[in-house]
C-alpha cells in the first residue's frame, strides 16, 4: 500500500497536484508509453497525460480544470446575488437576502474604511474579489480525493478543484489589479506617476536611476503579494488535506475523507467500494441524527463502529484530522479571501493619492 | 506551477466577472438597501414627530382640563356665592315683614285698646255720675259735679 511505497505515495501527490492542462505539443515529441514510441509529426492541441507533457506543452496551455471551476465559481457568484439583489424589497430583508446584505454592508465598510478616493469600480471590484476568492478556496474543504474521484470514474484523469492552488488563476486575478493600478495611477496623477517613479526618494536627477530601480520594485512586488500570498497559503493548506488523507488512509484502505481514492488507484477496488458504502452509512446516520431520529451517543456509536468495522481506526484518526484542519482552514480561507480584498482596495487608493 | 495561457484566460474572466458585479449586482443592492435605509430613517423620524405631537396634545388637553376646572370651581363658587345671598335676601325681607306685621299688629292692638279705654272711660263717667246720682240724689248739682266726674273720668 501507500504508506510502504514511496513510489506510489510520490504518485499519489503528484496526480493530486497535477491540472487537467489542454495545450500544443510541439511536434517531434514523443507520445510513446511503456518502451513503445509515438512520434508526434505536427504540433498537437490536445489534453497531457503525465507531467512530462505539461513542461513540453510550455505557454501554450490551459488548465482546463482551474479554468472551469474558476469560471463556475464565478459565475455562481454573479447569478446567486444577481437573483437575490432583484429580490430585494423596501421592507425586512429576510432569509438568504439577509445574508446578501451582510455581505455587501461588510464589503461596503472596508472598502469606505480604506479607500478615500471616489471610484465606482472599488466596491464591486472588491465584493467579486471578496466572493469569488472565497468561494475558491472553499473548495478546499470538499474532501480532497471525492471529485477526482468521480471525475475518473468518468474517465477524466487529472481533476484539481481548488483554482486557488493555481498560481495562474491567483496571479491572473493579481495582474488584473495590477492593471487597474497602473490604468488609475496614470489616469489621476498623469505624469505625476513618472515622477514619482523617478525622483521618489531622493529628489534629484543624479539618483533617477536609482529611485526608478526602488520604485520599480516596489511597483511589481504589490501584485506579487497579492496573487503568491493567496497561491501559497491555499497550496499548504491543501497540501496538508493530502498528506493527512494520504498517511492515514494507508493503512487500512478506508476513510471517511480520505483514502479512497487512495485504494481506488493502487488496486483493491474493493475498498474503494467499501468506502463508498461507509461514506454513504456515515452520511445517512448523521442525517438521522440530525432530524432526531437518532440519539447522539447511539449515533457515535454506530459510527465508531461501522468505522472500525470497513476502515480501521486509523482511518478514523484520519477523518477527524481531515475534519480539525479543516474547521481551522475555515478561518484561513475567509481570511485570505478578505486579505485579497483590502489589499486590492489599499493599492488601488494609493492609485489614487497624489502623494505618498 | 507552469505559467501558461490559464493566466489569460483568468484575467479576462475576472474582468467579466467584475463588470457583471458593477453593472448588474452592486448598483442594484446598494441602491435598495439606501431606500430602505432612507425609508427606515423616516419612519423613525415621523414616530419622534408622533411622539412629539401626542406630548403637545396631552399637555393642551391638560392646561384645556385645568382651565375648564378652573371654571367649574368658578361657577360653582359664583352659585354658592348667589345662594347665600338670595338666602340672606330672604331671611332680611322676612324679618323686615315681620317687623312690619308686628308694628301693624301693634298699632291695631292700640288703636284698639284706646278704642276701649275710649269707651270705658264714656261707661264709666255714666256708671259714676248714675251711681253718684242714686246716691246724692238731691244735693248734686248735675252741673257742677258733672265738671268734677268727667276730671275724674279722664285720669282713668
Redo the contacts between chains.
Keep these: 500500500m501507500a504508506v510502504g511505497n514511496p513510489t506510489s505515495t510520490t504518485a499519489y501527490i503528484q496526480h493530486h497536484l497535477q491540472n487537467l492542462?489542454y495545450?500544443k505539443l510541439p511536434a517531434g515529441f514523443d507520445r510513446g508509453t511503456d518502451g513503445q514510441s509515438l512520434i508526434l509529426t505536427e504540433d498537437t492541441w490536445t489534453i497531457a497525460h503525465g507531467a512530462a507533457e505539461?513542461?513540453a506543452?510550455?505557454?501554450?496551455?490551459?488548465?482546463l480544470d482551474?479554468?472551469a471551476w474558476?469560471?463556475g465559481l464565478?459565475l455562481c457568484?454573479?447569478l446567486f446575488?444577481?437573483v437575490?439583489?432583484?429580490k430585494?424589497?423596501?421592507?425586512a430583508?429576510k432569509g438568504l437576502t439577509n445574508f446578501?446584505?451582510l455581505i455587501?454592508?461588510f464589503v461596503?465598510r472596508s472598502v469606505k474604511d480604506s479607500f478615500t478616493g471616489v471610484n465606482?469600480?472599488v466596491?464591486?471590484?472588491a465584493?467579486?474579489i471578496f466572493v469569488?476568492v472565497f468561494l475558491m478556496n472553499l473548495m478546499d474543504l470538499i474532501p480532497v480525493d471525492l471529485i477526482p474521484m468521480i471525475f475518473m470514474t468518468a474517465g477524466i484523469e487529472y481533476q484539481k478543484i481548488v483554482p486557488s492552488t493555481?498560481?495562474?488563476?491567483t496571479?491572473?486575478?493579481a495582474?488584473?489589479v495590477f492593471?487597474l493600478m497602473l490604468y488609475y495611477n496614470l489616469r489621476i496623477k498623469g505624469v505625476g506617476f513618472i515622477k514619482e517613479l523617478t525622483m521618489h526618494p531622493f529628489n534629484h536627477w543624479a539618483f533617477i536611476p536609482v529611485n526608478l530601480f526602488m520604485e520599480l520594485v516596489g511597483l511589481f512586488a504589490k501584485p506579487f503579494s497579492l496573487g503568491l500570498r493567496l497561491f501559497g497559503n491555499m497550496y499548504a493548506g491543501e497540501m496538508i488535506f493530502i498528506l493527512i488523507a494520504m498517511m492515514f488512509a494507508a493503512g487500512a484502505g478506508t476513510g471517511l475523507i480520505g483514502g479512497g481514492l487512495n485504494a481506488y488507484l493502487f488496486g483493491e477496488e474493493t475498498n474503494g467500494l467499501l468506502w463508498l458504502v461507509i461514506f454513504t452509512l456515515v452520511c445517512f446516520i448523521a442525517r438521522q441524527n440530525l432530524k432526531d431520529k437518532i440519539s447522539t451517543p447511539r449515533t457515535i456509536a454506530t459510527v465508531l463502529s461501522l468505522l472500525t468495522l470497513g476502515g480501521g481506526i486509523f482511518a478514523l484518526g484520519g477523518g477527524l484530522m481531515q475534519w480539525g484542519w479543516a474547521i481551522f482552514h475555515i478561518l484561513v480561507i475567509t481570511l485570505q479571501a478578505f486579505i485579497f480584498m483590502v489589499l486590492t482596495v489599499v493599492y488601488l487608493s494609493m492609485a489614487h493619492e497624489e502623494e505618498h | 506551477m507552469n505559467i501558461n495561457l490559464t493566466l489569460f484566460g483568468q484575467m479576462v474572466t475576472f474582468a467579466i466577472f467584475v463588470w457583471f458585479c458593477m453593472k448588474f449586482v452592486w448598483p442594484v443592492i446598494l441602491s435598495a438597501m439606501e431606500e430602505r435605509q432612507e425609508k427606515i430613517a423616516q419612519g423613525l423620524a415621523a414616530a419622534d414627530q408622533a411622539i412629539q405631537d401626542l406630548a403637545v396634545a396631552k399637555s393642551s388637553v391638560n392646561n384645556q382640563m385645568q382651565v375648564a376646572k378652573k371654571e367649574a370651581a368658578d361657577i360653582i363658587d359664583q352659585a354658592n356665592k348667589r345662594a347665600a345671598q338670595i338666602i340672606e335676601n330672604a331671611k332680611k325681607q322676612a324679618v323686615e315683614e315681620g317687623d312690619r306685621l308686628r308694628q301693624a299688629a301693634r298699632a291695631e292692638i292700640q288703636q284698639d285698646f284706646n278704642r276701649a279705654r275710649e269707651e270705658l272711660r264714656g261707661s264709666v263717667a255714666e256708671l259714676v255720675l248714675v251711681g253718684s246720682e242714686k246716691v246724692l240724689q238731691k244735693s248734686i248739682d248735675d252741673s257742677t259735679h258733672r265738671e268734677l266726674v268727667d276730671n275724674l273720668a279722664q285720669r282713668l
Design positions: 492542462v495545450g505539461v513542461s506543452m510550455g505557454f501554450w496551455a490551459i488548465h482551474s479554468m474558476s469560471i464565478g457568484f454573479c446575488f444577481r437575490y439583489a432583484a430585494i424589497s423596501h421592507d430583508p446578501i446584505e455587501v454592508e461596503d465606482k469600480i466596491a464591486p471590484l465584493l467579486t469569488w493555481d498560481p495562474n488563476i496571479m491572473g486575478m495582474l488584473g492593471v
